[in-house]
């Protein structure tokens, strides 16, 4: 059984980083494909970055240039690296892990959520 345990999220300032971790529990982590999803007041949950078992990454557009995905296959540990934080990037936070070789998310729905972690963005 696959567990995802998020942590990192908190208030920060606009302008400001942050980063989140997800740590893996159970086996084959580094036959997963780990992804980041982020789920605003009342909008659906949309991906953030995914990174394949191969280290490709894949970033949603508005967050390109600003967010780093990067995973600890010894940690069992995925992170979000998120710099120059705006207000639109105030969400839920969520982790998810699948076995498949897309970073774009499409596996997700078959994989393992963590229980998210809150971040918000606001001076």
């Known amino acids: 059984q696959v567990q995802l345990v998020e942590s990192g999220g908190d208030l920060v300032q606009p302008g400001g980083s942050l980063r989140l971790s997800c740590v893996f529990s159970?086996?084959?982590?580094?036959?997963?494909?780990m992804a980041w999803f982020r789920q605003a007041p009342g909008k659906q949950r949309d991906l953030v970055a995914g990174?394949?078992?191969?280290?490709?990454?894949n970033y949603a557009a508005s967050v390109k240039g600003r967010f780093t995905i990067s995973g600890d296959n010894a940690k069992k540990t995925v992170y979000l690296q998120m710099n120059s934080l705006q207000a639109e990037d105030t969400a839920v936070y969520y982790c998810?892990?699948?076995?498949?070789?897309?970073?774009?998310?499409?596996?997700?729905?078959?994989?393992?959520w963590g229980q998210g972690t809150q971040v918000i963005v606001s001076s």
């Open positions: 159970g086996s084959l982590f580094n036959g997963y494909t």
């Open positions: 998810n892990g699948y076995l498949g070789s897309r970073a774009d998310g499409s596996g997700s729905y078959r994989g393992y």
């Open positions: 990174i394949t078992s191969g280290y490709i990454t």
